[in-house]
T-cell receptor, first 112, second 112 residues
Framework: DADVTQTPRNRITKTGKRIMLECSQT?????MYWYRQDPGLGLRLIYY???????NKGEISDGYSVSRQAQAKFSLSLESAIPNQTALYFC???????????FGSGTRLTVV | KQEVTQIPAALSVPEGENLVLNCSFT??????LQWFRQDPGKGLTSLLL?????REQTSGRLNASLDKSSGRSTLYIAASQPGDSATYLC???????????FGQGTTLQVKP
């Protein structure tokens, strides 16, 4: 099994729908992150969490929310999806010492 | 605010050539500098991590260097192979939080 698992792998949804992307990890890391990747823009940080009770906004958090259900689970929600949220979404974890990151395989989200 | 830039955006070389990918960052107060590989439509694979106190790291045909004073890192690939074709991303970890700020990537094509 992968260290960081994202579900679903691909999703097509309609404008205005609520959608949740899920992430689970077996690394035992406290820190978890959600990034989105757009062509030509690199990866940008949406939200990050240092533990279950510590959740922080990243540089592009508008339109998104997150939930840290347990140390190993961190989900990203789009309350009302819009087309410009079409992107590749990545979940990642890191330890609190070396900050070496492990990324999931990504969720390709298309909003039509 | 940390900004990370990678030059060139794309590179095409014949097989066997040695090459250098460049990464620059604006804030020298980093915790570490990381290089990742991304194959099309796939997740990120960690290649090398250089702590702020280190000058370089090596793994096989890859060597990454870090010069904090000038805000630069380079990834050297020796004897390139077609299997090295991918997008290479560098990312700087914030000194306070460990958040990764990514460059936009260099897409490498190695021709047989």
């Amino acid at each position: 099994d992968a260290d960081v698992t994202q579900t679903p792998r691909n999703r097509i949804t309609k404008t205005g729908k609520r959608i949740m992307l899920e992430c689970s990890q077996t690394k035992g890391h406290d820190r978890m992150y959600w990034y989105r990747q757009d062509p030509g823009l690199g990866l940008r940080l949406i939200y990050y969490s240092f533990d279950v009770k510590d959740i922080n906004k990243g540089e592009i958090s508008d339109g998104y929310s997150v939930s840290r259900q347990a140390q190993a689970k961190f989900s990203l929600s789009l309350e009302s999806a819009i087309p410009n949220q079409t992107a590749l979404y990545f979940c990642a974890t890191s330890d609190g010492r070396n900050y070496g990151y492990t990324f999931g395989s990504g969720t390709r989200l298309t909003v039509v | 605010k940390q900004e990370v830039t990678q030059i060139p955006a794309a590179l095409s070389v014949p097989e066997g050539e040695n090459l250098v990918l460049n990464c620059s960052f604006t804030d020298s107060a980093i915790y570490n500098l990381q290089w990742f590989r991304q194959d099309p439509g796939k997740g990120l694979t960690s290649l090398l991590l250089i702590q702020s106190s280190q000058r370089e790291q090596t793994s096989g045909r890859l060597n990454a260097s870090l010069d904090k004073s000038s805000g630069r890192s380079t990834l050297y690939i020796a004897a390139s192979q077609p299997g090295d074709s991918a997008t290479y991303l560098c990312a700087a970890a914030s000194g306070n939080t460990g958040k990764l700020i990514f460059g936009q990537g260099t897409t490498l094509q190695v021709k047989p």
